[in-house]
């Protein structure tokens, strides 16, 4: 079982920035794709971003490409989010996922583990 953990959300001003951070309970941690995903109140859970083992390999949803950065360190086991430009729009809660193999999933479904989410709130 790998437990994963976020941190970094919270409350930020249109324009602004935010880090999220999602800390993995993962023994080979570099062994996970590892994904972002929102979810609005009303409406269903999205990818936001994904990278691969090597973070080489980066995904993104077109509504976030160019504002949001998506990157890894391996060595202490933690995926991050970097969030500029931020919209109302934005306003959710931000999941980490982790899958066990080597192709980036684009879907919730092709993902194995969650953390229990952190609430982004971007007011205009």
């Known amino acids: 079982q790998v437990r994963l953990v976020e941190s970094g959300g919270g409350l930020v001003q249109a324009g602004g920035s935010l880090r999220l951070s999602c800390a993995s309970s993962?023994?080979?941690?570099?062994?996970?794709?590892m994904g972002w995903f929102r979810q609005a109140p009303g409406k269903e859970r999205e990818f936001v971003a994904g990278?691969?083992?090597?973070?080489?390999?980066?995904y993104y949803a077109d509504s976030v490409k160019g504002r949001f950065t998506i990157s890894r360190d391996n060595a202490k086991n933690t995926v991050y989010l970097q969030m500029n430009s931020l919209k109302p729009e934005d306003t959710a809660v931000y999941y980490c996922?982790?899958?066990?193999?080597?192709?980036?999933?684009?879907?919730?479904?092709?993902?194995?583990?969650w953390g229990q989410g952190t609430q982004v709130t971007v007011s205009s």
């Open positions: 990278l691969g083992w090597s973070g080489r390999s980066t």
């Open positions: 996922a982790a899958d066990l193999g080597l192709r980036v999933g684009v879907t919730a479904d092709e993902y194995d583990y």
């Open positions: 993962a023994r080979t941690f570099s062994d996970y794709a």
